[in-house]
T-cell receptor, first 113, second 111 residues
Framework: NAGVTQTPKFQVLKTGQSMTLQCAQD?????MYWYRQDPGMGLRLIYY???????DKGEVPNGYNVSRLNKREFSLRLESAAPSQTSVYFC????????????FGPGTRLTVL | TQLLEQSPQFLSIQEGENLTVYCNSS?????LQWYRQEPGEGPVLLVT?????EVKKLKRLTFQFGDARKDSSLHITAAQPGDTGLYLC???????????FGGGTRLMVKP
């Protein structure tokens, strides 16, 4: 089992460009999440999907959109990238019955110039 | 202002020393988790505590959940270089799957 996979691992964008971060999990988890991690800020929730077919805003959703493509895949889209979106992005998944443990992917390091 | 405040933010110690990391909040959590993150990787769960006053031990790591379920601590005995990393606490406030993360404590253990 690969667990949670993310692509790409690194990305550099110019201000105003768009891109989609991909995430997939093979653990048959119902819930999936997108976080961003900035120095000293821990992890902040951008969007989450409690189950296939549903998505909800987290703490910092502005400038992002998500798609829960199926049970395995959850993508994060930046329509018009801004320098403030320079960060490391983590995807995570959890099974509703497992005491909230979240399994994280390796992250995508995004720089917006 | 973060819902979960971790202290200290940075800690650099020598191998063999003991240390305690704190995670404090004014809110009550139904459960609290501790994660460890190494450079270039995602966080990995160390432990979940759910009962006020609960103490869990994982080899040289001791985790405690406060009686009022608003705070937690992580104590490491005889730290080793392999303990180096970013330690994150995360609390769940309801029966759903939402976690709120603290800002993290970056630990460096020098040989």
């Amino acid at each position: 089992n690969a667990g949670v996979t993310q692509t790409p691992k690194f990305q550099v964008l110019k201000t105003g460009q768009s891109m989609t971060l991909q995430c997939a999990q093979d653990m048959n988890h119902n819930s999936m999440y997108w976080y961003r991690q900035d120095p000293g800020m821990g992890l902040r929730l951008i969007y989450y999907s409690a189950s296939e077919g549903t998505t909800d805003k987290g703490e910092v959703p502005n400038g992002y959109n998500v798609s829960r493509l199926n049970k395995r895949e959850f993508s994060l889209r930046l329509e018009s990238a801004a320098p403030s979106q320079t960060s490391v992005y983590f995807c995570a998944s959890s099974a509703r019955t497992q005491g909230y443990e979240q399994f994280f992917g390796p992250g995508t390091r995004l720089t917006v110039l | 202002t973060q819902l979960l405040e971790q202290s200290p933010q940075f800690l650099s110690i020598q191998e063999g020393e003991n240390l305690t990391v704190y995670c404090n909040s004014s809110s009550v959590f139904s459960s609290l988790q501790w994660y460890r993150q190494e450079p270039g990787e995602g966080p990995v769960l160390l432990v979940t505590v759910v009962t006020g006053g609960e103490v869990k031990k994982l080899k040289r790591l001791t985790f405690q959940f406060g009686d009022a379920r608003k705070d937690s601590s992580l104590h490491i005995t005889a730290a080793q270089p392999g303990d180096t990393g970013l330690y994150l606490c995360a609390g769940a406030r309801n029966a759903g799957n939402m976690l709120t993360f603290g800002g993290g404590t970056r630990l460096m253990v020098k040989p």
